[in-house]
C-alpha cells in the first residue's frame, strides 16, 4: 500500500509495541490483515486478560478503505447484473483558496446531481430507470484541505454536467473523468486516507459514503465492516448490528456478546480489554 502523504512530514509515533503477539487471525472465506489500529501489550499478574491500546486515526482509517472498496465492488456487481449498459464517471471537487469548507457542501453536491440524474434517466427509461449509484472518499491535500472524489455509475444516455460550471459547486472548481475499474480507482485514493489524514480531518467531516445499494448488498457491506469474531460467530449470511455490550442478527435475533471492553483515560487513550475463555 502507498504510503500515506501526510505521514511522510510527521514525526515517528512514540508508542511502543510490547513483545506479546496474538495468533494470527482464522481464514474465513478471504485472508485478512492483524487489525490495523492496535497496538498490543500484556497485564502484569493478571492471566487470562488481553489489553490493547487503541489508535483511533488508523482504526479510521481502515475502516474508509474497507467501507469503499467493498461499496464499489457491490456496485459494480449490482450495475453488472442490472441489464443496463453504463460506464463509471469520476468527479474530483476542490475548494479554491479563500473558501472556508464544510461537510454540508458535499451532501449539497450529491442532492443535486440526484435530481439530475432522476430527471435524465427517468426521460430515457421511465418507470424502469436504474438507481442512482455512488462512492465518495474524503481526500486532504498537501494544506490539509479536504477535497472529494465522487463515483458515480452512468446508465447509457446519462450524463452529469461539470457542477462548478451548474452552480452546483460554487466553492471551487471540479473535474470529470471515465474510470474503468471502480475498485481499483476507489482504492487509489482510499489508500491514501491514513493515521496521519484521520488526525487531521476537521471536526464534523465525514471520510466517506456509499448509496445507492439494494437492500441485500447493503447488508453485505455491514457484514465485512463487522468484527471478523462476530462474523464467524453469526454466520456469512446475517444482518449484523452493533447492539449494547455486542453485536446481533437483525434476522434472526441471534445475539454474541463481545469478550471486549472499552475504556477512556484520562489522556484520550482508548484501551480495549479481552478477558480470553
Known amino acids: 500500500m502507498t504510503a500515506c502523504p501526510l505521514a511522510l512530514k510527521q514525526h515517528s509515533s512514540s508508542i511502543m509495541m510490547a513483545s506479546y503477539s496474538l495468533p494470527k487471525p482464522r481464514k ?20 487470562g486478560i488481553v489489553r490493547i491500546v487503541i489508535d483511533r486515526n488508523a482504526t479510521r482509517a481502515k475502516r474508509l478503505r474497507k467501507g469503499v472498496i467493498t461499496g464499489a465492488r457491490l456496485h459494480e456487481q449490482e450495475a453488472t447484473a442490472s441489464g443496463f449498459r453504463g460506464r463509471w464517471a469520476m468527479l474530483t471537487t476542490t475548494y479554491r483558496d479563500g473558501v472556508d469548507s464544510s461537510p454540508c457542501h458535499i451532501s449539497g453536491l450529491l442532492r443535486h446531481v440526484r435530481g439530475h440524474f432522476g430527471r435524465v434517466a427517468r426521460r430515457r427509461y421511465g418507470a424502469a430507470a436504474p438507481r442512482f449509484r455512488y462512492t465518495w472518499v474524503l481526500e486532504l491535500t498537501k494544506r490539509l484541505r479536504p477535497h472529494y472524489h465522487v463515483l458515480f455509475w452512468l446508465p447509457s444516455g446519462v450524463k452529469i454536467p461539470k457542477p462548478d460550471n451548474q452552480g452546483w459547486w460554487p466553492h471551487g472548481s471540479t473535474r470529470i473523468e471515465w474510470a ?80 471486549w471492553r472499552v475504556i477512556f483515560r484520562p489522556d484520550g487513550q482508548l484501551i480495549a480489554w479481552k478477558i480470553s475463555t
Open 180 to 259: 474503468r475499474h471502480a475498485v481499483g480507482y476507489v482504492a487509489k485514493y482510499a489508500s491514501k486516507f491514513c493515521a496521519v489524514a484521520a488526525q487531521h480531518l476537521p471536526r464534523g467531516f465525514r471520510t466517506h459514503a456509499v448509496g445507492g445499494l439494494n437492500k441485500e448488498s447493503q447488508r453485505e457491506l455491514r457484514w465485512w465492516k463487522s468484527p471478523m469474531d462476530a462474523r464467524e460467530a453469526l454466520g456469512a449470511f446475517a444482518d449484523i448490528r452493533k447492539v449494547l455490550g455486542g453485536y446481533a442478527d437483525k434476522l434472526t435475533g441471534e445475539y454474541w456478546p463481545s469478550p
Open 28 to 47: 474465513s472465506g478471504a485472508s485478512e490483515a492483524s487489525p490495523t489500529g492496535l497496538v498490543f501489550s500484556t497485564t502484569s499478574g493478571t492471566p
